[in-house]
């Protein structure tokens, strides 16, 4: 077995042996089957003969209670055969009702592909007509009519969703009939993005409404801490959830390889990663393999297939990489290799991260901890899909918090799953979506309460006062200028496209925040694992011309971040420390560029972009010149005091304002600004603020004190990534300071004194406290 | 433990919170939307920049039109709706709007029925299955006309329908078999609109609030009474307005024989209509059979190579030499509206009536112009 012939050269040769400082084995365990309620129809049930399918007890859980009209979420592992488990009864519905349709929500274009495939191909066996297809960005204009009108299963993404409902009259026959909602992998739908898909379910319901259907939910994720809260909150709807699986999975070996074993580190994770995806590759292995970001994604596969060439040329090409700039037909040609086994190394980023059925993948190389636990195990979950023998290699970067799993593999394999947020009360993200809805169908303050809550209603004379909407007999009427829709951005992020052109052909596109970042003038850019030199960027067109090159470096940009407070809105004061909300400005300016060959820096060019700057929102506070005298008292490091709170701050921020901790940003400095104070930002990571910063603002005291609570009640020494290290830390988690931190931290909640709050005395005369 | 309590507590506070208005939160998508553009303003003489989108403004215009704006808004400051547009208001089941009528002298070609029913009868390629050579060969052998086709053996099945319909002097099925047989921009199938009498035609043009999805700001409708083109237009005085006005354009496309007449309106105004009926869940117009001919589709066939721009203002220029002044480009309406909306003045609203009101006269002529090219006498 080629799996074991790779585990044995992981404990055989002398450098990746000392490398490799855990090995985890993960037990293969037997199939459950179960029995359904009702028998399917034959075509259904030949269906599954023919394939050889016999149905396990969480897929009989899940097609009962669909069956018997219940929302439901499943929760169970990567190839447990959940598509299955929403397949069947939505096939069922679409053979006993003629007119019955479905509509499934997938999160990137390949699950979007893969599940075309599954449905055609279910289609054809049982003879019932379906007819799936993909319904987004990529679908031909002439194909979309036909789409709409006769497809009784669409496969879309939430994004085209938000665009379409404003042109629900063409949608009809999709929004009247429909019986089904399937949103596979919605754990993407949390923090910001998921509270914008929250309102976006809404509005899709009203319209469904509108034309008289009442659709069910059903949901698919990673799993989660609160599934229940989670659906609820996403849909608007109760759930049942489904989460005992019943699939067989084969034995997975889970190493965790740690290049700096012995502190000093050789070579970078990423050339590690290449040698170890090369390993595998020529042990015959389909690995997979992900990367923090899509540069070393193209890094770690053009060093791979130079190193496999010298093995041999056509096994260089069985190397590639995939990410979700690539233009549909590449992604696509890709994909299909993966799948037929023509290709041997993926190098991807996120974009391949979840549940496309790729058939087996043997192994599967995490290039650094990818942020969450609910990530890894995704992306672990890859490898092993038939029930065979499996390996996933973790590979751990330098920084503490990769470095702290390597030290302790006991938390790495107990930590439990993170809940999944969603916020449906965020105003500023409400807003938006109430003025697309009153674009799609007049608002009505009393019969659209069903969908956004009691308070609604508040919210329009505020959008009214700059003429957004229209109070008329009819209900609220929007009346901007621009389409609603085109206002509201889903993930935040803005709009603007540079086009990277070669030879005025289009390869590909990006943001300006990437563009800046990965095709600034001068750079090397890659595009599937070929390089290309950027000769020009036309900021005014947006425009990057580029050329081939063949180089032997790699260039990477330098970036400085700094804040302006541009209004202080509201002050208040909390112990003697200065707390305050406001308008502040952030601008990260990319400065200059490093030429680097393998990990040796070979020089360094200047760079003059204008900055990309935007305004959002944010709290700071100004810890008292006490607190300073106490930590430098104490011989401590009060820049890493400060930095440490930050961080304990923004990982406590989830907790009360319900958002990602990826969604807020901060910065903290022992000297800021003209009076030289120390003083600590966190500010809502989103053009013109989303409204976090402003209600923790609102909750400071809570929000002080359980950061407190998390870094004193922590037993590690020097702060740890259960405490103080941000797995999101711009400054690699330096300098950190957890006695400083404490103790900064301690002062913003400084307990009054025993006599006045020793808890309370009930009746009985016993004291909590 | 201790940390999963927290949570729970927390969340149910903040469940039991109100969602408040922050009073910033109307400026900030307001602030947005002075990002969104859905037209370039491109250099003058730029006609390259042209071919990339169709929504370009030349700086020029862009300028001469912002100047304009500030010259409205200062010179009818203080005046009322009412004495800025004479008209009168309607109510109906739906409300009440804004409806002003303006008569334009207009003296339409008269059309010759009989070249028209000649030309039809004389084409043997509207029956199925006969192309040019065919024709040419069966010219060859006798068969001149449609009817004559009755008597040949392979033939006589297809041709009664054709007969059939075209004797049934229904424009709508007439249209539709001719543009089935040869474009839909055919002169045949403009001619069908000869065999509606002059008050069946309904001239129709909207503004809006930009490019759907959004409210229609002025209904512009031409109908042809005693001998005059007279123009209706419903102009919103408010949003609340929308709905009557809705109701009212209807009303003109109803009745026995009407026929639409519009310039993109395939693309752009009927679609729009129906969208905006669809969102006050009205009933689409009582006829979707009604013959819509699309003056732009007919003009594209007939002057296509010949001029830089095929837009209504510019084939105005060059047909009907019709000069405009103080013309406002269409794609700024919505930012002249929503001036009004947002400050009351209603000067913004004058340059939007006059240049709709020029669209429906334009429109018209340009249709009676191609109308009476074809089939005139």
Redesign the interface.
Known sequence: MAVDDVIRLLTTNPVYRDRVVHTEIIEPGPPQYGTLDTPLSDSIISYLDQNGIRLYSHQCDAINRIRAGKNVILTTPTASGKTLAFNIPVFTALNADPEARALYLYPTKALSNDQLATLEQMAHYTGISAKPAIYDGDTPQSRRAAIRDNSRIIISNPHEIHQVL????KWRPLFANLRYIVIDEAHRYRGVFGSHIAMLMRRLSRLCL?YGSRPQFILSTATLANPVEFSQRLTGHPFELVNGNGSPHGRKHFVLYNPFYDGVGERSTHQETKDLLVSCVKNNLQTLCFTGSRKMAELVTLWAREDARRFSAQLADTICAYRAGYLPEDRRAIETHLKEGVMKGVVSTNALELGIDIGSLDAVIISGYPGTMMSTWQQAGRAGRKGDVSLALLVAQANPLDQYFMNHPEQFFSRSHE?AIVDT?N??I???HL?CAA????LREDADREFF????P??L????????V?????GW???????????VSLGGIPGETFRIMCHGRLIETMDRAQAYREAHKGAILLHQGEMYLVKEMDLETHTVRVTEADVNYYTQPLKEVDLAIIETLETRELNGVKCAFGVVEVTEQYTGYKIKRGDTIIGVEPLTLPPLTFRTKAFWLIPSPDTEQNVLKGNLDFAGGLHGAEHAIIALMP??V?CDRRDIGGLSSAAYGENGEPVIFVYDGYE?GI?LA?KAFEILP?LFA?AH?LVRDCRCDDGCPSCIYSPKCGNDNQPLDKIATTLILGELCKEPEKSESAGYVDAAGVVFS | M?GSL??HF??AI??M???????R?????????QT?K?YEVVRDGNIFGTSFSNSVVFSSEYDQARQQLDHLISSYQDRSFETVFSGKEVSNEC?NCYSLTTPHPLHPPAFDLDHYQNTIMRDLTLVRGIGRATEKRLRARGYQTLYDLTGHPKYRSHVQPVIDCMCSEDSHDIMDLVGRRHAKSHPLVLGAAGLHELQDYVFLDLET???????IILFGIGVIENGALNVYQYLLR???D??AALKETIRHLSGERKALVTFNGKAFDLPYL??RL????MDTPASTRIPHFDVLHFSRRRWRNQFPSLRLTALEREILHIHREDDIPGQMV??F??TY??TGNCGPLVPIVEHNRQDIISLALLFFHLMGESYGC
Do not use: C
């Not at chain 1, 004379?461 to 957004?468: R, V």
């Open positions: 404003s042109w629900h009259m509108h809940h009360e105003p500023y409400v807003s938006g003025l674009a799609e169908l007049p809550g009691d308070s609604f508040q919210l004379p505020e959008l009214a006062s700059t003429d957004l229209r109070k008329t007999a009819r009427v929007y009346s901007g200028r621009g389409r609603a829709a085109d206002l907790l009360h319900m013109g409204g402003e809570d359980t609570a | 201790a927290y949570v927390l969340i903040l469940t919170a109100a969602t408040h208005a922050p009073a939160i109307g400026s900030l998508w307001h602030q947005r939307m969104l859905e409300g609030m930009g490019l759907f999805s959004r409210p408010d949003i609340a929308e709905q129906n969208d669809g969102y006050y869940g919505p930012e509206y929503e909306l947002r």
